[in-house]
């Protein structure tokens, strides 16, 4: 583990989203809309529609300094921010794929110099030599996407690369060609889109007629989308898969979400820009900018998302914590042995919040986003430690494996713990209470009938003493749970709602 240094208000991966998903917007468009100038022009020479052609210059000086500065600034924005949030992956990602950033760089030059003189040589290249700066700068771009789509999917599928560790194993991976090909459909939208931008300025008869163009790469890209979106799924690991099912409701809401975006930026094109050409303004444009907006941003949230808990499937944690770590930090302890610790006493509360710190807050805050003390409300210090060495088990399926041993649970513990300082309410009324104590206790692993991990089979036709029988049994039942610690009286009551729940027929 790394210093922990940047500590921010919000969890360092919302950062990271945020920055990679404006600069994906604008660097997606900065692949499309090369293709675009480049035949557009073509197509304004072949049918000598010299007013087509002024737009096209008009656009390219719109596009160089778009994507030159903004693509720029926020590609750099991203290697600030995941080298400061996640500096262990960052410093993997770059040690496994040195000669494609070193390649990628060479592109990245190639196409800031090409668009630079395509944008600003109309005058003094001839046509030919024009257009073979605009499809060199096409190209550039273009591979800069193929490379930098083999290390982005390596992250979700490294695939052989984890037994080999070779370079190629690592980069054709299993989710590479279906990404290319979502990322290359998307592109061809976003050219389409950032071409209204531009064409709402023009006259009206001209611009009905570039809005018709860029309509119809709008529709071509969101065709392909859906069926390209769903070879993508088919190659997911079945732990990705899982959360499009999941109890993550953010996650169902974004795919649906990604697929209303995609429908109505669809829908707009068809009816503004190849039905009524005329009806495409402002602020329709507009619309149809912060669609495709959501568009990218919903397809990039996902990707990021079905990858929990890894940043790299079976190498290193989302929280930026090694497998091999985990492993030595379980034998060794954290204490003493992690670069970064503030506290003086392993037993400490500030010790826990250290490890708190290291583990858990590049996705948790503790009020703000994914707050954690609502999430520990009723765990008491013994509680909380036993979860530490089960998180992995959860429902959720996010959370990487604690990365510690058994003084560290204990720290981490205690301050969890101490988030919510009233004691959990005594229990007094076993039938209103059972199902809090359910909740607490087994409800972050289990549900009653739900989809995951339900115990309705296991207690049907249990009485509740039969249930609490079992409750000091069930971390030998299997190592995955862990014990019941509870009270006398919340074993009853939990015992009691779970009895009732399992045998009711609707119940949750
Ligand atoms: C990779 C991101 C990530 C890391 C790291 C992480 N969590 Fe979580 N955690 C989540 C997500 C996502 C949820 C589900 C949030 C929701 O319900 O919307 C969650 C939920 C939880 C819950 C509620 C679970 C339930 O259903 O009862 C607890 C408790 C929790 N986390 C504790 C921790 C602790 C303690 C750590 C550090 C040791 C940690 N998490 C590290 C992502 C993470
Ligand atoms: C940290 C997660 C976790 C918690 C908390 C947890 N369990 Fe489990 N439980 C599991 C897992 C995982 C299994 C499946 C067995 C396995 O994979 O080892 C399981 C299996 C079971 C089974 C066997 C189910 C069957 O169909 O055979 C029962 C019964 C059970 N749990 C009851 C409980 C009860 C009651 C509680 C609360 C007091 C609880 N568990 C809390 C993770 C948990």
């Not at 605009?134 to 490294?158: D, E, K, M, R």
């Not at 054709?172 to 300025?201: D, E, K, Q």
């Not at 570039?210 to 690991?237: D, T």
Request: aromatic share 14%.
């Amino acid at each position: 583990m790394n210093y922990p240094v940047w500590q921010l208000g919000i969890p360092g991966g919302l950062l990271i989203a945020f920055v990679a998903v404006t600069h994906v917007f604008v660097s997606h468009f900065a692949v499309g809309g090369g293709a675009f100038l480049v035949l557009t022009e073509r197509r304004a020479y072949r049918i000598g529609d010299l007013e087509l052609l002024g737009w096209v210059r008009r656009h390219s000086k719109f596009f160089a300094l778009l994507t030159l500065v903004f693509g720029a600034v926020s590609g750099v924005g991203i290697w600030f921010t995941i080298g400061l949030v996640a500096p262990e992956a960052t410093s993997s990602l770059i040690h496994t794929f040195v000669w494609a950033w070193a390649i990628e760089w060479v592109f990245f030059v190639v196409e800031i110099a090409a668009a630079i003189i395509y944008a600003t040589c109309w005058d003094r290249l001839d046509r030919r030599s024009h257009m073979i700066v605009g499809w060199i700068y096409f190209w550039a771009a273009f591979f800069s996407l193929v490379v930098i789509n083999g290390i982005i999917t390596y992250q979700l599928t490294p695939g052989r690369w984890l037994q080999t560790k070779n370079f190629w194993d690592g980069f054709f991976n299993p989710t590479y060609l279906p990404s290319l090909f979502i990322r290359t459909a998307m592109c061809i939208v976003l050219a389409g889109v950032f071409g209204l931008i531009t064409a709402v300025r023009e006259k009206p008869e001209l611009r009905a007629r570039i809005v018709r163009l860029a309509g119809a790469w709008i529709v071509c890209g969101s065709l392909m989308l859906p069926l390209f979106a769903w070879w993508y799924f088919a190659k997911f690991p079945d732990f990705s898969k899982a959360y499009a099912t999941g109890s993550i409701l953010m996650v169902r809401h974004t795919i649906r979400g990604g697929i209303a975006f995609t429908l109505v930026v669809l829908l707009m094109a068809l009816v503004f820009a190849l039905w009524k050409p005329r009806l495409m303004r402002a602020p329709v444009v507009a619309l149809l900018v912060l669609f495709a907006f959501g568009m990218m941003a919903s397809g990039e949230y996902l990707r990021e998302f079905v990858r929990k808990p890894w940043v790299i499937n079976g190498y290193i944690y989302a929280n930026d914590v090694r497998v091999s770590s985990v492993t030595d930090y379980a034998k060794r302890g954290v204490f003493g042995n992690a670069a970064w610790v503030t506290a003086a006493d392993p037993k400490s509360v500030d010790y826990g919040h250290d490890l708190f710190v290291m583990q858990c807050s590049k996705c948790h805050t503790v009020d703000g986003y994914r707050a954690i003390r609502p999430r520990v409300r009723n765990w008491d210090a013994t509680f909380a430690a036993n979860m530490l060495g089960h998180l992995e088990m959860m429902k959720v399926g996010t959370m990487p494996r604690f990365a510690g041993d058994e003084r560290d649970r204990a720290a981490l513990g205690l301050y969890l713990a101490s988030l919510n300082p009233h004691p959990p309410a005594q229990v007094k009324n076993i039938d209103g209470e059972g199902k809090q104590v359910f909740e607490t206790r087994c409800g972050s692993c289990h549900t009653i009938d739900g989809k995951i991990r339900p115990l309705k089979a296991a207690f049907t036709d249990s009485t509740p003493e039969q249930i609490e029988a079992i409750l000091p049994v069930l971390s030998t039942m299997s190592d995955n749970m862990p014990p019941f610690t509870g009270t006398d009286e919340e074993a009853k009551a939990l015992a009691h709602y779970a009895a009732k729940a399992a045998n009711t027929p609707a119940a949750r």
